[in-house]
């Protein structure tokens, strides 16, 4: 049996950071897409892959698993519980933008090599390694590169007043100073005259399915690194 909460406050291999900027799990129901990441992720698909990843993040922190695709087969599976499901796109799809961000170890065999090596994440934002014997996929951040590149991109984004605008809900972040007191960005409540659960909208034309995120009562089917 599969426990659904940590058994540790870190990973293997990971030094024990907190995430401490998670601006990305704060976009509600819906997957926006925020083209200010994209000199981050360097595409629009790992932009919405990158907010996704970290919208489960500020949930799981130390890491969790997650399906790729339906497997209704395995015992831990629940309907939607994966990432095709639940972004609307198809595994060749969810890799390419995933690989953008991230190394994938095919084993944990794999894996255990490369943190015995000293860097499972190779210097990249995420990683991932599948485990034969459980027939999951784990995923962890790497919290400190992470957070330092949102606090780079959101520290240089004009305000939205400015005369180069930034799109609607990148616009609603704002810097509260570093020091190490707190998130450098915050989330400010959407303005009346904006409706933020409109996928559409908020991807500037760009088709992305709307998403209902479980509440939390009902992450069972995300489960917690071991």
Same mark, same amino acid.
């Given at each position: 049996?599969?426990? /659904?909460?940590?058994?540790?406050?870190?990973?293997?291999?990971?030094? !024990?950071?907190?995430?401490?900027?998670?601006?990305?799990?704060?976009?509600?129901?819906?997957? !926006?897409y %925020?083209?200010?990441?994209r000199? %981050?992720?360097?595409?629009i *698909?790992?932009? %919405?892959?990158?907010?996704?990843?970290?919208?489960?993040?500020a949930?799981h922190a130390?890491?969790?698993?997650?399906? =790729?695709e339906?497997? &209704? /087969?395995?015992?831990a599976? @629940?309907?939607?519980d994966?990432?095709?499901e #639940?972004?609307?796109v198809?595994?060749?799809e969810?890799r390419?933008?995933f690989?953008? =961000?991230?190394? $994938?170890y095919?084993? @944990?065999?794999?894996?255990?090599a490369? $943190? /015995? *090596?000293?860097?499972?994440?190779?210097?990249?934002?995420?990683?991932?390694y599948?485990?034969?014997? $459980?027939?999951?996929?784990?995923? =962890? @951040?790497?919290? &400190?590169?992470?957070d330092?590149?949102?606090?780079?991109?959101?520290?240089?984004t004009? !305000? +939205?007043n400015?005369r /180069?605008?930034?799109?609607p809900v990148a616009?609603?972040?704002?810097?509260?100073?570093s020091?190490? *007191?707190? +998130?450098?960005?915050?989330?400010?409540n959407?303005?009346? #005259?904006?409706?933020?659960? $409109?996928?559409? #909208? =908020? *991807? #500037?034309?760009i088709s992305v399915?709307?998403l209902r995120?479980p509440?939390?009562?009902?992450?069972?089917?995300?489960?917690d690194y071991?």
């Amino acid at each position: 049996m599969i426990s /659904n909460h940590s058994t540790s406050n870190t990973s293997p291999g990971i030094e !024990p950071l907190k995430m401490k900027n998670n601006a990305l799990s704060l976009t509600a129901g819906s997957v !926006p897409y %925020i083209k200010e990441l994209r000199p %981050i992720a360097g595409s629009i *698909a790992a932009c %919405i892959v990158m907010q996704q990843l970290d919208f489960w993040f500020a949930r799981h922190a130390d890491g969790f698993y997650k399906f =790729l695709e339906a497997a &209704e /087969n395995h015992e831990a599976y @629940r309907v939607g519980d994966s990432w095709c499901e #639940e972004l609307g796109v198809t595994a060749d799809e969810f890799r390419t933008a995933f690989d953008k =961000l991230a190394v $994938r170890y095919t084993s @944990r065999t794999a894996f255990e090599a490369a $943190r /015995n *090596a000293g860097d499972v994440f190779a210097g990249r934002y995420y990683c991932s390694y599948f485990d034969k014997r $459980r027939g999951l996929t784990y995923y =962890l @951040r790497n919290h &400190e590169a992470v957070d330092a590149a949102l606090d780079r991109l959101f520290a240089s984004t004009p !305000p +939205p007043n400015s005369r /180069n605008p930034v799109s609607p809900v990148a616009g609603k972040f704002h810097l509260q100073g570093s020091g190490g *007191a707190g +998130p450098l960005c915050s989330w400010q409540n959407p303005s009346t #005259e904006t409706d933020y659960s $409109r996928p559409v #909208e =908020l *991807a #500037e034309s760009i088709s992305v399915p709307a998403l209902r995120h479980p509440d939390n009562k009902s992450t069972d089917h995300i489960r917690d690194y071991p």
